[in-house]
């Protein structure tokens, strides 16, 4: 009995799974085990030998069935430490940041320049990219026979055979906004307009679809001087600029008068655009005081309101501030050019926190 004690003890001890444990369980304990062939053996003994071998025998299944279970239990730790050790995690790295794509530039402009105005109080208004012509032009002071109907080279929509209403358009400019704005709204008012533009053209600076952003500020007594100032205060955060310098141009739109268009001081050397500084002008807008006859399109009383409006072409304003060459690629979706002109995606612009950083 000690020898199989001793046996079944060390091939315990030795044993290096869970498989192996139940091998050694059957060959010791199972029906034919060889401590159930001892068992049977207590039959053929005489009572006073089965005294004596009876309990020893019964001592020795203990021995062994607690001995199992102690080593299923230490392998069982065993692979906890195992899998602990392998799973082991340092939470004190700091992040690998992953790029999950870009933000185009022309979205990453659009919300520098909303971060801007909307701390200079402006709201974010829209209107549809398919637009009546009266809101893209009769409202805006531009008549069927103006030549300004011409110079935008309006994308029509089609009517159906035997109508004949005017046909909608895809809008040329934001500017029929000012006019959405003022119905819903009526004045004071002070609203951005960012949004999708179409002219039929196509060169190295035009894409049959671009980008512009209108402004359009009314009050009591809202002036020229304050349009002035509303764009310096732009540029400056725009451009991220100490010092900007403005040129205001006698110019003409139907719906502004006066009107004016406006330049920036700049330098070009060595294909390097400054802002700020240097000999040359670049044009960045156009503008002007809203037309009595818009306001009153729009259900704004002239007499009691007054303010100014501009529009600014996004694309043209990021090509500059980014130095991007051919504005035809913004909108040709190269994975490449994503990557090289695009932007961290949860990096939103604010004017305190940095626009572009
Ligand atoms: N709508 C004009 C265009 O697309 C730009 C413009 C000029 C907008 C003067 C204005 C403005 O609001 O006052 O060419």
Redesign the pocket.
């Given at each position: 009995m000690d020898d199989l004690r001793q046996k079944y003890l060390n091939a315990i001890a030795d044993a290096a799974d869970e498989g192996k444990l139940e091998e050694i369980r059957l060959a010791a304990m199972g029906k034919q085990g060889e401590v159930a062939l001892k068992m049977r053996e207590l039959g053929k003994m005489t009572p006073e030998e089965r005294q004596v071998a009876g309990p020893a025998l019964n001592a020795l299944k203990d021995e062994i069935t607690s001995a199992l279970a102690a080593k299923k239990s230490a392998l069982a730790d065993a692979a906890l430490d195992e899998r602990l050790r392998a799973e082991w995690l340092d939470v004190t790295l700091p992040g690998r940041p992953r790029r999950m794509g870009t933000l185009h530039p022309v979205s990453q402009v659009t919300e520098e320049v909303t971060a801007i105005f909307a701390d200079m109080g402006f709201a974010v208004a829209e209107g549809p990219q398919i637009e009546s012509d009266w809101y893209n032009f009769d409202a805006?002071n531009i008549p069927p026979e103006h030549p300004a109907r011409q110079e935008?080279d309006t994308f029509f929509m089609a009517r159906e055979a035997g109508d004949n209403r005017p046909p909608h358009v895809l809008r040329?400019?934001?500017?029929p906004v000012?006019i959405r704005a003022m119905q819903l709204h009526g004045a004071p008012i002070r609203v951005i307009a960012p949004g999708r533009?179409y002219r039929m053209d196509m060169d190295q600076t035009h894409t049959p679809m671009f980008h512009?952003v209108?402004?359009?500020a009314l009050d009591r007594d809202i002036s020229m001087a304050n349009l002035k100032w509303v764009l310096e205060e732009f540029c400056r955060a725009y451009f991220e600029v100490d010092q900007v310098e403005l040129r205001f141009r006698a110019?003409h739109?139907p719906?502004?008068e006066p009107?004016a268009?406006v330049d920036i001081r700049c330098s070009w050397t060595g294909g390097q655009l400054k802002i700020g500084e240097g000999d040359d002008w670049m044009e960045i807008?156009?503008?002007?005081?809203?037309h009595p006859k818009v306001l009153q399109a729009a259900g704004v009383d002239p007499n009691e309101w007054q303010g100014?409006?501009?529009?600014?072409?996004i694309d043209r304003i990021a090509m500059l501030k980014y130095g991007i060459p051919d504005l035809r690629a913004f909108f040709e979706s190269d994975l490449r050019w994503l990557r090289h002109y695009g932007f961290a995606a949860l990096d939103m612009p604010t004017v305190h926190g940095g626009l572009s950083r």
């Open positions: 805006l935008h040329t400019h934001t500017s000012q533009v512009q209108e402004a359009l110019s739109f719906f502004t009107s268009e807008l156009g503008s002007g005081m809203v100014f409006a501009f529009g600014m072409g």
